[in-house]
């Protein structure tokens, strides 16, 4: 093998493994893009889980610098929020009164007569607690009085992402007939902002006691052999169907 021939072949060999190292790299984003796209559970409650994370419920109070104490619409806010307190939370109630504000004294005043309302609602004057604290934003001008308390809430992470598209592609997604990512996640959404209480989306409630009065009455039916079953009465409890469209 001459020098020339020797030189020839390197440069094919060489010239061979940069167009395969190019078709390679040609076609692993494509090989990556149907990995990420298979990798999606078609199922929306893996897509989109509904999560118990620990959230704030607060309202604001404002008072003016001349006057003290609350309004009747006020009132009922506080009323409210003890109310919602008492259902969603056992923790700490925090009163926030604004300080080197025009308002002070009058929000000082008012969070006294706040906390009188709350125990008189229900709320342990032990889980009550007033601090000072200093709230900007929009309500810098008039700083109210901030009532809170820290509850256990569901959410679901934000809807509205698109990994793939939903047009005709060489994803799995389009051959395969799969759902697109958001599905279910607007639903899943609604159901975590509507149920009263989170837990139950994790476990449910330990059974109430049964009616010893009716279970007694079933039994002693049950002994003489008669029919267990409620009887009614012509007229009571009866229900008809609708003949709506029947001629």
């Not at 167009?19 to 559970?41: F, K, M, N, W």
């Not at 006020?74 to 109310?83: I, K, L, N, Y």
């Not at 308390?149 to 005709?168: E, I, K, M, S």
């Not at 007694?216 to 007229?235: F, H, I, N, P």
Request: aromatic share 6%.
């Amino acid at each position: 093998m001459t020098a020339t021939t020797a030189l020839h072949r390197s440069i094919r060999l060489a010239f061979a493994g940069l167009t395969v190292a190019l078709l390679a790299g040609a076609c692993t984003p494509q090989l990556a893009d149907r990995e990420v796209t298979g990798s999606i559970s078609s199922d929306y409650r893996v897509n989109h889980p509904i999560r118990m994370t620990e959230g704030e419920r607060s309202i604001d109070i404002f008072v003016g610098s001349g006057r003290g104490g609350l309004m009747p619409e006020q009132r009922a806010q506080v009323g409210a929020f003890a109310g919602a307190w008492r259902r969603e939370s056992s923790g700490v109630l925090f009163i926030e009164m604004p300080a080197g504000t025009p308002n002070e004294l009058a929000a000082r005043s008012t969070a006294r007569e706040i906390r009188s309302l709350l125990s008189a609602y229900g709320v342990p004057a032990s889980t009550i607690q007033m601090r000072v604290a200093r709230i900007g934003g929009i309500s810098a001008d008039l700083p109210p009085i901030r009532l809170s308390y820290a509850l256990v809430q569901a959410r679901v992470d934000q809807c509205g992402l698109w990994p793939d598209d939903l047009g005709p592609t060489a994803a799995r997604t389009t051959f395969e007939n799969r759902p697109y990512y958001n599905f279910g996640c607007a639903s899943q959404q609604n159901l975590a902002a509507m149920v009263a209480n989170p837990e139950d989306l994790v476990q449910p409630r330990p059974e109430t006691p049964p009616m010893a009065a009716r279970r007694q009455v079933v039994l002693d039916k049950y002994r003489q052999g008669l029919e267990t079953a409620t009887q009614y009465e012509d007229g009571e409890a009866k229900v008809d169907s609708s003949n709506v469209g029947s001629q």
